[in-house]
């Protein structure tokens, strides 16, 4: 995934506008967490920011397919997202510059996706956020 493609896809999430009662809502997330979503509709997705103040430091994009390629050559950690199992990865925009970003594509069944990443601002919050991802509830 290159640069452009990951902003592309962010500037189309966040142009689209807001979500109608029969698209995907967005998933629980985990008590005590004080994040909040802000939640937008596209043709064929819908984009869950977590946010923590005014400031997104949690992704969730549902969608019918992926629009990231992830390199297996930016896996960074093991973890989970409610029941699945996953891998994050760097995503190439952050490779070269060095932010703490990651993301991770969950297969949900029934070709329904969950692209999910965090933007953290430090080492620390990485850990933190994608310990708090855990408890999001896929469904």
């Known amino acids: 995934m290159n640069k452009f493609h990951l902003l592309g896809l962010l500037a189309i999430a ?3 506008p807001q979500a109608s009662a029969q698209d995907a809502t967005c998933p629980a997330l985990p008590a005590g967490s004080n994040l909040h979503w802000q939640q937008q509709a596209g043709n064929g997705f819908t984009v869950c920011r977590a946010l923590d103040g005014e400031r997104q430091v949690i992704g969730v994009m549902l969608t019918s397919s992926p629009t990231v390629n992830l390199q297996r ?3 960074e950690e093991e973890g ?3 029941a699945y199992e ?3 990865y760097q995503p190439e ?3 070269s510059t060095g932010e703490r970003k ?3 594509i969950v297969e949900l069944g029934d070709d329904r996706y969950a ?3 965090v933007d953290a601002a430090n080492d620390a919050e990485l850990r ?3 310990s708090l991802a855990e408890g999001i509830a896929l469904n």
């Open 14 to 16: 966040w142009a689209t």
């Open 102 to 104: 990651r993301v991770t």
């Open 93 to 95: 925009i952050a490779v």
């Open 73 to 75: 050559r930016n896996r």
């Open 115 to 117: 692209q999910v990443w």
């Open 86 to 88: 996953v891998h994050w």
């Open 80 to 82: 989970s997202i409610g």
């Open 128 to 130: 933190q956020l994608l």
